[in-house]
């Protein structure tokens, strides 16, 4: 199934790779999780996946809740090619709990032909519990990445989602400051009852609309965008402790806003680099573990 006819900004780059065609075998990707409760802990109850997606197993890594499960995608490709059609699904059942990451940066290879897409759904049940905190994203030079995010949850379930884009190899050679082509990223999400919450979509294309201008990205190199989906009771707790922020010393800008729908938060932060706004990203990551379950997040890695 293709969940990416309906892009207008697709239109230049629907032209078959010389190679294999898109979202021939190889490049046809999924991943199917879902995650259940057992006890005092959660469990990854069910896999299904196709190459290049795969995990392995769940660990019980996390010091600040060892019994949440921890699942890493991993992709044995090497990053996303042309062609390239990758479908993720996970899904929380009631009172579940998960965190979910990837093993590494997603790197999104240069391009001369089509392009790559990535279709996510996203399914929590009743009081379900989801961090879902992908590593960065990397588009080289004449990338074209679209990707498609659909959420469903229970009025009680909380999800953490996050991405954060770089603005490119930044450096390699004489480095590739928004050197792609096209980035598309949409998320919407509906309660488990049909009725729409809200949708945010952004669309990048540095050569038509260059990004590097003021009031734009000006300055600033990597992109966070980080979406609380939370009962109202905790949104109105934490929105008050998430200031907007400036700081040109440090190189960042952060703020948050209520979604429509009183639907929970979202946060921004753009930086110089990807190490200030990981920071930003995990510091709202520690409001939202604390607010939401008590409890701490691991200590982070001294190279993280």
Not at 69 to 97: H, K, M
Not at 124 to 143: G, K, M, Q, S, T
Not at 271 to 288: C, D, M, P, Q, T
């Amino acid at each position: 199934m293709s969940f990416d006819l309906n892009a207008p900004e697709l239109a230049p780059y629907l032209d078959e790779p010389p190679q294999l065609p898109s979202g021939a075998l190889g490049k046809n990707a999924f991943l199917r999780l879902r995650f259940e409760r057992r006890d005092e802990r959660s469990i990854l109850a069910f896999m299904d996946r196709n190459a290049p997606l795969l995990v392995q197993r769940a660990l019980y890594c996390d010091e600040g809740m060892p019994t949440l499960p921890v699942v890493f995608i991993i992709t044995n490709s090497g990053g996303i090619l042309q062609g390239d059609r990758y479908r993720i699904e996970i899904e929380v059942a009631s009172e579940a709990f998960a965190h979910v990451t990837t093993q590494a940066a997603t790197k999104i290879h240069e391009m001369d032909a089509n392009h790559a897409s990535q279709f996510q759904q996203i399914t929590l049940h009743d009081h379900a519990y989801l961090e879902y905190i992908p590593d960065l994203v990397i588009p080289f030079r004449n990338a074209r990445f679209l990707t498609r995010t659909q959420i469903n949850l229970a009025p009680t379930a909380t999800l953490l989602y996050s991405e954060i884009l770089m603005g490119g190899r930044l450096h390699y050679g004489g480095g590739e400051s928004f050197a792609f082509d096209l980035f598309s990223s949409e998320v919407s999400a509906m309660s488990d009852r049909g009725h729409g919450l809200f949708v945010e979509k952004f669309v990048i294309e540095p050569a038509r609309s260059p990004v590097t201008t003021s009031g734009v990205m000006g300055e600033f190199q990597v992109f966070g965008n980080a979406i609380l989906l939370t009962p109202r009771e905790h949104a109105d707790k934490l929105y008050p402790r998430l200031p907007a922020e400036w700081c040109l010393d440090t190189g960042f800008a952060a703020g948050a806003s209520r979604l429509p729908n009183d639907a929970g938060l979202v946060y921004k932060v753009v930086g110089r680099n990807s190490a200030v706004v990981r920071r930003k990203i995990r510091g709202f990551w520690e409001l939202v573990r604390a607010e939401v379950l008590g409890r701490k997040v691991p200590t982070a890695f001294s190279w993280s």
